[in-house]
């Protein structure tokens, strides 16, 4: 619709001469007035709104055509302030799961256990190795 106002606007002095007094009022006001089959569609250029204005009982009044693009606009507008909402919420959830996720030890209790696997496996090696040997000694001659 923008676009077929656009035409109007480019093309509507070689179309139709409106009034002198109707274009020099609408020029400084940001407005421009197309005739539109014995009335006329008034366009703010500065917003792109498009009313249209005709006598009705001797009075003129104009009333603003509704547009699709605007309900769109609007929208979006909703809609992206959800996803900052969303995208905000996200980042408090993984910053919850990055501490929930946490290591159970820190690096002191980490070498600590470590320490003590070590030693573990020290005393199992040295079992063993006793086991070995009595086994060897009952084995051998007497």
Not at 2 to 11: C, E, N, P, Y
Not at 60 to 69: A, G, K, N, T, V
Not at 115 to 126: A, K
Request: with cysteine.
């Amino acid at each position: 619709m923008r676009a077929i106002l656009a035409a109007l606007l480019a093309f509507g002095p070689f179309l139709s001469a409106p009034t002198a007094s109707a274009q020099d009022a609408s020029a400084d006001n940001g407005y421009s007035l197309q005739p539109a089959v014995g009335e006329y569609l008034k366009i703010d250029r500065r917003t792109g709104d498009v009313s249209h204005c005709a006598a009705r009982g001797g009075v003129w009044s104009c009333e603003l055509i509704p547009e699709d693009r605007k309900a769109y606009e609007d929208r979006i507008v909703e809609l992206e302030a959800e996803n900052d909402r969303l995208s905000q919420r996200v980042v408090e959830l993984e910053a919850q799961a990055k501490q929930a996720h946490a290591p159970l030890l820190d690096k002191d209790d980490e070498q600590r256990l470590q320490e003590f696997f070590d030693l573990g496996d020290r005393m199992f090696r040295h079992f063993f190795d006793l086991v070995e040997r009595l086994r060897q000694r009952e084995e051998g001659p007497i």
